[in-house]
């Protein structure tokens, strides 16, 4: 068997998201990989301490989760809370679940401000979002893992049959 799969919450199903809903990836790997015993299911921002709901939350001024790893950035609530340690908090909970489980793969949901890695939201809570790493998906690469955001999830499969 390849490497495991460190796979958000709420794709697979979880009401975690900031809106207390789930956004399930319906996708045959995902089946495949859940009867294979490969996928490790993390919320980061639950594993935090977050709850659910919980207001919505960007990074400020069009940053990314690299500039937050950084101290350059904060990761903003509309309501104007700073949730910045949390959120560092979350992507280390994530990179330790991964290292201990031995995940060599991220498969997490764009535009969340810990899991984005295609795009995330550009802290105007407006809809605007720009390329970028959240969080999580920025310290999950920085140490080695893969990430893929679920629209990638063919170039996944590709990339675990190469292995």
Known sequence: MTGKILVSACLMGHAVRYDGRSKPLI???IDRWREEG???TICPEMSAGMAVPRPPAEIENSAAGEDVLAGTARVMEISGGDVTEGFRQAAENALALARETGCRYALLIDGSPSCGSGFIYDG??????HPGHGVTAALLQHAGIEVY???EIDRLVVRLAAD
């Open 149 to 151: 955001s679920d629209r």
């Open 38 to 40: 490969r996928l490790v």
């Open 124 to 129: 105007s809570f407006s809809g605007g979002r």
């Open 27 to 29: 996708h045959p790997a």
